[in-house]
């Protein structure tokens, strides 16, 4: 085992979170039970935030950065793992209140570790990673809702060439059923049809505020956006339809109002995936296992080094990273 390793650690500068690569040993690490050596990590929105220092992520000092990761047991005191098991971690706190996956090795709470799926390697598991994940679940939310039918009527996905984006139109698409991507960026379409989209918005058409009952166009939406874009998708559902809201890429308001909910009885159903219980976290997977064509997968996905992070950080707040990257640590 390497006697010291790189991580990316976010500590306070004059007050201000502020991201550095730092050399640490194992002895650095938390005192949690399991050991991970860590083959990879992902770049999510909240990355971008935590590192860029556009946004308070970190809630204590030094932080290791990281919401994603997955790797290798080296050691366990829990009986829930042992070494050599393959896991992967999706949230439960990391780079927030817990070190993260920017780092060649972790220690980390058992409970927070899932098997990775049959079939996954690293690679994918990371390129799936918080974004992805955070996709199925808005899928199976919208599908336990019970108002989307395959092959009838479209299901809109927002910020369509985004992480959280592509994998929804990856999965609804193989699901059957008829994908509308909303994109601010034109020259995606091509990438997002080869993902199973079969019609496109301009993003600009939902960003400008609209009345509060527009034509109904929508059976179910997953929506990684937020404010005016979420209200105007709620003023388009269908009546007795369902948006499943996972995002603020445009920000963290909602200028909406009750009626397309006390009217058309519209359903806005909120997606956490931080602190989601292990139930939901394997039923995404596990949809992700079975739908998720591993083709798209891969065009939807870049590999790059720990050290491109803080560029990588200000590309994907500035939503510039098209699909997923993962991070390789080694
Ligand atoms: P990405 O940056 O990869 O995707 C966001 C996409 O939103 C962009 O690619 C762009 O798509 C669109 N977008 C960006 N800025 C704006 C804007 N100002 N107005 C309208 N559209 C915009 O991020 P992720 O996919 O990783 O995350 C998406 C969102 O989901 C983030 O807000 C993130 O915090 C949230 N999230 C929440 C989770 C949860 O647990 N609830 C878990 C994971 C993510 P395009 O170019 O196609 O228009």
């Given at each position: 085992m390497s006697e010291t390793f790189t991580a990316l650690v976010i500590d306070l500068v004059d007050g201000k979170p502020k991201a550095e690569f730092r050399n640490l040993g194992l002895a650095d690490l938390p005192d949690h039970d399991v050991l991970v050596e860590i083959a990879c990590s992902g770049l999510n929105y909240k990355d971008g935030l935590a590192i860029s220092g556009k946004g308070r992520i970190a809630r204590r000092t030094p932080m290791v950065a990281g919401i994603d990761l997955a790797g290798t047991v080296v050691e366990s005191r829990s009986p829930l793992w042992k070494a050599g098991d393959r896991v992967l971690v999706n949230g439960f706190g990391l780079s927030e209140t817990e070190w993260g996956g920017y780092s060649r090795f972790q220690r980390l709470k058992p409970e927070w570790l899932m098997a990775i799926?049959?079939?996954?390697?690293f690679e994918e598991a990371m390129a799936v990673g918080t974004a992805g994940y955070t996709a199925a679940l808005c899928v199976n939310v919208l599908e336990a809702w019970g108002a989307m039918k395959p092959g009838a009527g479209e299901v809109l996905v927002t910020g369509a060439a985004g992480g959280v984006g592509s994998v929804a139109v990856s999965l609804l698409a193989a699901k059957g059923y008829s994908v509308t991507a909303s994109t601010?960026?034109?020259?995606?379409h091509d990438y997002l049809r080869d993902l199973g989209a079969s019609a496109f918005i301009d993003r600009a058409s939902l960003t400008e505020k609209g009345g509060p009952l527009q034509k109904e166009r929508w059976a179910g939406a997953v929506d990684s956006v937020g404010s005016i874009t979420l209200a105007n998708v709620l003023s388009q559902t269908v009546y007795g339809g369902a948006v499943a809201a996972c995002g603020l890429a445009g920000g963290a308001d909602l200028p909406g109002t009750v009626l397309p909910h006390i009217l058309r009885g519209v359903a806005l159903l909120g997606v956490d995936s931080v602190m989601a219980p292990m139930v939901k976290r394997k039923a995404a997977w596990a949809t992700l296992a079975e739908h998720l064509n591993r083709d798209h997968l891969a065009a939807m996905t870049r590999v790059e080094p720990l050290s491109r992070l803080p560029e990588l950080a200000n590309e994907i707040v500035a939503g510039q990273v098209r699909g997923r990257v993962v991070i390789d640590v080694a």
């Open positions: 799926p049959d079939g996954f390697s601010g960026r034109p020259e995606t």
